[in-house]
């Protein structure tokens, strides 16, 4: 089945405490990308990846890492978690950029204590 | 940068009333794309609109791309309760940034 697999779902931690959430697909996407999500803002671009090693900032990159090692993996990092990145992420992929359509993640929960 | 924004909000509507829900982007957008997020889930791919004055039907679901490339809609007729969810509308101006609206967000009372 093709689909965007995120681990973990849910996720509590404490500040400082670093962190990776990863993301994988199974669709030899060339394109994926991380998403946060809040209420009133709806999605913000964290990071995203045009291809294997490329990666660049979207709207909201600040306290976040990422890597692009391999085609199917896009992890994303937090080094230093702080209360400010409780949030809702998602992660998403694409045949070849933004302009094609989507395929999100389940999601991941993720509170900083 | 390129904003994006909708309205309204929050829709409430009895059910079998129409909903339309409007997006509104800062720059000229080179597709625009509907995504749907039912309660508790992730985003899912509507449809996407590419010409200019395009108009798109699924179903009950209308969606329209400006004139200009820089709002859109997505009307749909006689809502249903399985309709309830939010309604994003995303797009890129021509670059690889890619932004989404706040959203709207449906509910539809039986």
């Known amino acids: 089945e093709a689909q965007v697999t995120q681990n973990p779902r849910y996720l509590i931690t404490v500040t400082g405490k670093k962190l990776t959430v990863t993301c994988s697909q199974n669709m030899n996407h060339e394109y994926m990308s991380w998403y946060r999500q809040d209420p009133g803002l709806g999605l913000r671009q964290i990071y995203y990846?045009?291809?294997?090693?490329?990666?660049d900032k979207g709207d909201v990159p600040e306290g976040y890492k990422v890597s692009r090692k391999e085609k199917r993996n896009f992890p994303l990092i937090l080094e230093s978690p702080s209360p400010n990145q409780t949030s809702l992420y998602f992660c998403?992929?694409?045949?070849?950029?933004?302009?094609?359509?989507?395929?999100f993640g389940p999601g991941t929960r993720l509170t900083v204590l | 940068g390129q904003q994006v924004m909708q309205i309204p909000q929050y829709q409430h509507v009895q059910e079998g009333e129409d909903f339309t829900t409007y997006c509104n982007s800062s720059?000229?957008?080179?597709?625009i794309q509907w995504y749907k997020q039912r309660p508790g889930g992730h985003p899912v791919f509507l449809i996407q609109l590419v010409k200019s004055g395009e108009v798109k039907k699924q179903k009950r679901l209308t969606f329209q791309f400006g004139e200009a490339k820089k709002n859109s809609s997505l009307h749909i007729t006689a809502t249903q309760t399985t309709d309830v969810g939010t309604y994003f509308c995303a797009g890129s101006d021509y670059g690889q940034n890619f932004v989404f609206g706040p959203g709207t967000r449906l509910s539809v009372l039986p």
């Open positions: 990846s045009m291809n294997v090693e490329v990666t």
């Open positions: 998403a992929s694409s045949l070849q950029g933004p302009d094609n359509e989507q395929f």
């Open positions: 720059t000229t957008l080179s597709n």
